[in-house]
């Protein structure tokens, strides 16, 4: 009776494992996403920033004309 419990919490366990696992295997492979959108989402970023500073140049430009 005793071996039939404890082998039925050891795959309760066991199957536990196996699902944390798959869990932080999922999770790794969204940070792996996410890191890989915020570096897209920098350079855009960084290229508005230029080109709001490029206009605002040729308008500083225009004033002193």
Do not use: F, P, Y
């Amino acid at each position: 009776m005793k071996i039939n419990h404890l082998e039925e919490q050891t795959n309760e366990l066991l199957g536990l494992c196996q699902r944390l696992s798959e869990e932080n295997a999922d999770l790794r492979k969204q940070l792996h996403n996410m890191a890989g959108e915020r570096s897209g989402l920098i350079e855009l970023k960084e290229r508005a920033r230029t080109q709001v500073e490029g206009m605002i140049t040729r308008l500083r430009s225009m004033e002193n004309a």
